[in-house]
């Protein structure tokens, strides 16, 4: 046989058997495919920068993780400070129209919180910034050399409430802290309070905090924040904020004004948490630290009680602009 003929009838055999298997491809229809990346420690896919935007419904995603979320930005003007103890900080929310935010409905009775902690948590703030007209919040803060976190929790008109973390970083040399050790007791000018609780992944948990002072139960804690105390929580690492919501109301006829306030939180993961604690009692606000682990050990808890630093301006304890 001629090589032209060899060769044209290999062809046909090719295109032969191309055809058997494009209609078997046919007959069977397509092989699915799942196309969304591998997720991981609290949703976010392998290789995912957490300060980048998100489409992913809020309440999947650990707050403060994100710069960016359902549309909402959290811009700094300045992404580096120098340290003092009146530094003005100033952001703004922008929309998905890219404008920013200037309608937001008040969440605890304010309408926007900003928790600034250092990221060794040697330093730690819950402010409420002023916003100006044109959409640009506010505020002076007490900054200490190193990296910072800034959280804005919010509600925009219309939209879910949501938790949007910026880095700061301030300028001078800084020794970081060495981890801590489990606390579960705090001082505070005078005041000692207690944590008693366990927190579980993916559960609601319940905690109790216990506010005494000079060894006697405060039975008449002032309302803050629609509550007798405001906890925020705090995953060692990453620093995701957490859902922290009270039990009961002041004046709901059956919450109690102390000593026990008790919370409902729910954690991602095991590991390391902190929590802080802003009570108000005869017209000021103070802060209590704790530093809890999830992890099946444990290290070995601190039974004495700590001052755990904080930052707070000095009027009532906290800006409340």
């Known amino acids: ?18 055809g058997i298997a494009l209609g078997v491809g046919n007959a069977v229809g397509p092989f699915e495919t799942n196309d969304e990346p591998a997720a991981h420690d609290g949703g976010h896919a392998e290789g995912h920068d957490p300060d980048q935007s998100s489409t992913t419904p809020a309440a999947d995603i650990p707050g403060g993780l994100m710069v960016s979320q359902d549309g909402f930005t959290l811009e700094l003007q300045k992404t580096r400070a120098e340290p003092g103890s009146d530094v003005a ?5 922008t929309g998905p129209d890219g404008a920013p935010v200037t309608a937001y409905d008040v969440e605890h009775d304010k309408q926007l919180h900003l928790i600034a902690v250092r990221r060794d948590f040697t330093g730690f703030q819950h402010v409420h910034p002023e916003l100006a007209p044109d959409g640009t919040w506010g505020i002076d803060l007490d900054l200490t050399p190193g990296a910072w976190r800034l959280f804005a929790d919010f509600k925009a008109t219309g939209a879910e409430a949501l938790t949007l973390g910026a880095d700061l970083e301030v300028s001078g040399d800084h020794q970081p802290a060495a981890p801590a050790v489990e606390t579960r007791t705090a001082s505070v000018d005078g005041y000692e309070v207690t944590l008693d609780g366990e927190l579980a992944p993916g559960t609601d948990a319940k905690l109790k905090v216990t506010v005494s002072k000079d060894g006697r139960p405060v039975t008449d804690l002032q309302p803050y924040l629609d509550a007798y105390g405001h906890l925020v929580a705090l995953r060692e690492g990453d620093l995701a904020y957490l859902h922290v919501h009270p039990d009961g109301t002041p004046g709901d006829g059956a919450t109690e004004a102390g000593p026990d306030v008790v919370f409902y939180a729910t954690v991602p993961s095991a590991g390391g948490y902190r929590l802080y604690l802003d009570f108000k009692h005869r017209g000021v606000v103070r802060t209590a630290a704790f530093a809890i682990d999830t992890a099946g050990t444990t290290p070995a808890a601190n039974d004495e009680p700590v001052d755990v630093p904080t930052e707070a301006p000095a009027d009532d304890g906290h800006a409340d602009h």
């Open 1 to 18: 046989m001629s090589t032209p003929v060899r060769v044209f009838g290999f062809l046909l055999a090719l295109a032969a058997a191309f």
């Open 89 to 93: 900080v100033a952001f703004t929310i």
